[in-house]
């Protein structure tokens, strides 16, 4: 049985206690290295989490959507930058403010666990999805995406794709296009949409 934690309460109930923020797309919010003095909720839009090593190779290691939060409390550096992918509107909680938060609002911490809770859930399912074949990872990867997106259109180039699922993107494109031949996705205007669910579903049986 899976264990799953919920709270009665939402961040909406709270955001007051933050400072509202509009980030264009593209806009950086934080990078890599740069020293954690607060948490971020993400009240509307998409923001890509992303790393870059020695030898400046992109991964994209999170895709963030609406509702959750981003970022850390614990003053120390950041691993990764988080970057913008379309307009958003977030609510900055700096350590001071979260602090008064929980002292006011003890309830709170219940949304700190169940958010922690479910990105550990959905890293962990992301490093299962790695050890299989190239197709169930796409699959995998695509319908997380459909949540995140809320739709079934994905505005994500097929590099960006290839950096998130960690595959080359040659693979990336023969795959694309073997299902956009059976009508599984369509590609256009650099974006994927997925016009048949339950066949995409299918894909992750092999």
Known sequence: MELLIT?????????????R??????????????VRNGFYYLFKGIIKITSTNSRNDKR????????????????????????????CILYFFSKDDYEKLIYQHPETTAL???????????????????????????AYSLLHLINIY??????????????????????????LKNWSSEHIIELYNKKISIKNIELLKKKLLY
């Open 7 to 19: 709270s009665e309460y939402s961040w909406n109930d709270y955001l007051k206690y933050g400072k």
């Open 21 to 34: 923020l509009f980030y264009k797309k593209n806009s950086i919010i934080f990078q890599q290295g740069d």
């Open 60 to 87: 994209i290691l999170d895709i963030v959507g609406q509702g959750d939060l981003v970022g850390d409390t614990d003053s120390k550096p950041y691993f990764s930058s988080a970057v913008c992918h379309e307009d």
């Open 112 to 138: 700190f666990f169940q958010s922690l809770f479910q990105k550990q859930r959905s890293l962990l399912n992301n490093l299962n999805a790695s050890s299989t074949g190239t197709e169930y990872q796409i």
């Open 150 to 175: 809320k739709g079934t259109d994905i505005n994500l180039t097929q590099q960006e794709l290839s950096q998130y699922v960690g595959l080359s993107r040659i693979t990336i494109y023969k795959i």
